[in-house]
């Protein structure tokens, strides 16, 4: 009698709404959730007017209409699970497991059909092995320009001038201790060479000359004595290559080792770099120095003008010095690079200031602005600097950079 009810309540439904699909209606009862009966067991309104939130610029009727029947099915089986429990024959949590795909296989020779569940082949898992991070003991900075300025003049100028090319090469290789390996110790050495080379269209002799010349090596060893500074010893070691001439004269200004100067320093340094690693300060300070200054040829220059007595090619001084180095990002393409030294043995004081301020346009192409201030107590005494001495180079050209970590 039970059952004649339901189907006949099914039936019901399926007269009243005849849109309603009557495959969902007739599929076995399923329990699925608990739900107020409040809630469910709510008559539809099928023929009533819906009111919607938004408007729609196209008929919303058949998306009323969907919601309709599909409410109304819910209640349908809703009801009957509340009226006939027994028949309910299924959870939704301990549902059967679904039946289970099979493999045919044939065997001629036997005549044989076989059905069995296909073989699973499970995944054989790879462990790839990562190779083992390198750690250097050495990192290598290696840096390479050629900056130039070039300019040409018609005879018929009306301002008159001279045609002129200038070429800067600039070369800088650092090779520091890894310190990350080797905390405890900080061993930094630098090298750099620039020469300049001008044409020199005054110069009745030559023509060129030579308006840069300097090779410079600086060492550090230390080893830390309280957080950024360190117990250190340090060397540098500076002089030309080329010969220099006065224009219109032969004349010689400078040569190898004329001048040349050599200094060693005992003392602390303190090396500091930001997390982020765009700035870098390095200061060593010598309170014990000692410093000797060379020249070698004394038979076409004037030892006196490199703060050597007349006759002699070398002078020893004892005394004291200071070195501080910035290297800082600016930008991610400015870079300003400062480094300044000063040394005195107390009855006269020499100083060196260079700045470097790189503007890259490109990884290859950048603008560079170059000045050098220097101090030399032990020079003769010039009119109009005194005795102060200054350079400053503009210049444009290619870079080349690499570094390993």
């Known amino acids: ?5 339901i189907i006949l309540t099914l039936a019901a439904a399926l007269h009243c709404q005849a849109q309603t699909e009557p495959d969902y209606l007739l599929v076995p009862l399923i329990f699925e959730k608990y739900q107020l009966v409040e809630n469910v067991i709510v008559t539809p309104d099928i023929h009533g007017e819906s009111t919607d939130a938004y408007t729609l610029n196209a008929s919303d ?29 299924f959870n939704e949590n301990t549902l059967p497991e679904p039946p289970k795909e099979y493999a045919l296989t044939a065997d001629p020779t036997q005549g044989r059909l076989t059905i069995a569940p296909p073989q699973v082949v499970e995944p054989v898992e790879t462990t790839i092995e990562e190779p083992p991070v390198e750690v ?24 008159g001038g001279q045609n002129n090319l200038n070429i800067l090469a600039d070369i800088k290789w650092d090779c520091n201790l890894n310190q990350d390996k080797h ?44 957080k950024h500074w360190y117990y250190s010893a340090m060397l540098q070691f500076k002089t030309q290559f080329l010969n220099n001439y006065k224009s219109n004269t032969r004349d010689m200004t400078a040569a190898f080792l004329s001048p040349g100067e050599l200094n060693l320093g005992l003392g602390m340094t303190y090396d500091h770099k930001t997390p982020d690693g765009n700035r870098t300060i390095t200061v060593a300070i010598a309170p014990l120095s000692y410093n000797l200054k060379i020249c070698r040829n004394i038979t076409d220059l004037d030892p006196t003008a490199f703060g050597i007595n007349a006759g002699h090619h070398t002078k020893h001084s004892f005394g004291s010095n200071i070195e501080a180095k910035l290297n800082w990002k600016l930008h ?18 020499q100083g060196d200031w260079e700045n470097t301020l790189d503007f890259s346009i490109t990884k290859y192409l950048n603008t560079q602005i170059y000045t050098h201030l220097r101090y030399d107590k032990s020079r003769p005494r010039d009119k109009d600097w005194k005795h102060w001495q200054f350079k400053e180079i503009l210049s444009f050209g290619i870079t080349y950079r690499f570094a390993t970590n």
């Open 1 to 5: 009698m039970k059952k004649l009810t």
């Open 61 to 89: 009727q058949w998306l009323a209409q969907a919601k309709q029947q599909s409410d109304h099915v819910q209640a349908v089986r809703y009801q009957a699970m509340i009226d006939n429990p027994q028949l309910v024959t």
């Open 136 to 159: 250097h003991d050495w990192l290598h900075i290696f840096q390479s320009s050629l900056h130039f300025t070039q300019a040409y003049i018609s005879g018929n100028w009306y301002q």
């Open 183 to 226: 905390p405890n110790w900080l061993f930094n050495n630098s090298l750099s060479y620039k020469l300049g080379i001008a044409t020199a269209p005054g110069d009745s002799i030559r023509d060129y000359m030579i308006n840069e010349d300097n090779f410079l090596f600086t060492s550090q060893l230390g080893y830390k004595a309280v």
């Open 332 to 349: 991610p393409n400015v870079q300003w690079q400062s480094r300044f030294y000063v040394f005195t043995d107390y009855s006269y004081v």
